[in-house]
């Protein structure tokens, strides 16, 4: 329980510093898309902390969302992708898993049930309203359809409770993700 609680205070964090600088189908396997540092969107646009190297498109409650500028990271055995649209107000979706070393479907696992695996799941619009998915908050779960060394691949799909600020109700996310590290 102390790792997801830290897990999930880095990766908010990480999502409100994020948020503050910005103001379909899975793919087979992991690769880079265009822009100028093998990103999915306008790499010249993105904050300095996005490595680009990839695409994110989902629907939340329906609505179709891509996103701009991805962040994905592996080490240590924990994967984490984020994705901005950079629209005003910016749309920040992103999930952390781990440890993981492989393909799998991996789901959040229910209050008071150990975890091999854990996941949370994030939604912040604006920077002031934010919706997550984690053990006893929410439910969901990342299939990896491929992990190198090199990138990641595969779909996410989330039932997130509000958490903090402007938000509320409960968002549906799903959708799919192709990283380059």
Sequence with gaps: MKTLMISRRVSMLALLVIAAACGGSSPASPSGGGGTSGGGGNASAC????????????????????????????????????????????????????????????SITPLGVPAQVVVTGHLAVGGSAIWDAYAGHGSGSVTINALTPTGASGTFSFMMPASSGTATGTRAVEGSFNAAF
Aim: glycine share 16%; charged share 5%.
């Design 47 to 106: 904050p300095a902390m996005y490595v680009n190297k990839g695409t994110m498109n989902a629907r939340i409650d329906g609505t179709a969302w891509t996103t701009t500028c991805v962040n994905p990271t592996y080490g240590g055995g924990q994967l984490n992708i984020v994705g901005d649209n950079l629209a005003n107000p910016a749309t920040i979706i992103s999930f952390v898993l781990g440890p993981v070393s492989g393909p799998g479907i991996y």
